[in-house]
């Protein structure tokens, strides 16, 4: 098949359903074109995008500045692998640990690896650092997480889809429910093998589900009293997402990551993934100081692609983006414009229970049984009208635009969500 062909949406629907593995269900549009908040499908119709790629889209469809670093890398050098110095990488580093303020990065490609970096750091530093003895190594993590989907990663997960004959798998975790401070300390207090904890300070895939306010400082205290390091998964709250450069800043709006604010729960270690590229390319990164990523030595993690010179230059354009169109602020001020309306529909609402969230991440929490269609319904019909979305978890819809948005973009957007809600109130 020539790719400079046109096919229809449902030629090219057929083509992944007859080739491709069966591993997601997407909605029924097929896009062949981004610019900012839109995308188009292969007939034509324009969308505004309301998820963004899991949030890797935080800058936009195809910004181009980013582009724009990508091609001029992309046809000077591409990869040489860590085998090779390139001139890009150091670049890269200095660039996001300064931005970031850690002492060092260590680069991989995807959200999962990255997640997997971080827990291989804390077990080494558990073992060598604290003195835990050989293989008791634990790491707490929270209920109802998404940290990837690789075996290690979902053997922590409680979603059994995820898991069910994927077995066996990995030792060395400890559940306990999200947004439970107590369950945390009582954790901690009970074990004293615990490397550290890996937590989502907004759980996205979960349902958008956004904890007390100071849930994150409680965890950074308590790591801090029993020597364990405070891992935060960032990959979808991330780099301005929830209304500030972290979630992890609370509610700081600078647009610098400052080291001062009180609201600011520092992680031990920051993982970061998806609008690290804008969502132009792969680019994930596992950020800590010097006395926590000095434990891994050469030829004890790495990754072919991990810091090539594409996802350096694709990285640094990205940041640069963040900053100067100041998307932390932008997403801050939108995101409440977004539930104060919302809220204001849900008032008279019988399909709408609630909206939730932080900056543009958030969520609608549909009134119907968790196993009912409803929820996919309504992205049908948001679809139909010109917009899109996907639940997440049965009854929940997920609402996260490009950051690049404007006030008028989203009253329009608004507008479009709320009048499809009413077509199906009872
Ligand atoms: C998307 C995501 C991941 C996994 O990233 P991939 O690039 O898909 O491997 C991990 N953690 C969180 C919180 C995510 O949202």
Redesign the pocket.
Known sequence: MHTSKNITSQQAIELEDKFGAHNYHPLPVVLKKGEGVHVWDVEGKKYYDFLSA??AVNQGHCHPKIINAMSRQAETLTLTSRAFHNDMLGRFEEYITEYFKFDKVLPMN????A?ETAIKIARKWAYEVKGVDEKEAQIIVCENN????TTTVISFSNDENARKNFGPFTPGFIKIPYDDTEALEKALEENDNIAGLLV?PIQ??AGVYTPADDYMKHARELCTKHNALFMA?E???GIARTGSLLAVCGNCTCENRCEQQSTYSRPDILIL??ALSGGAY?V?AVLADNHIMNVIKPGQHGSTFGGNPVAAAVGMAALEVVKDEHLAQNSRKLGELFRNELEKYIENSKIVKLVRGRGLLNAIVINDSEDSSTAWDICIALRDNGLLAKPTHGNIIRFAPPLVMNQEQLLDCVSIITRTLLTFEK
């Open positions: 899991y949030s995807t959200g999962a690896e997640v998404f940290h990837g989907r989502e996205g895939e998964d990959i979808q709250t993934g998806k792969p994930s």
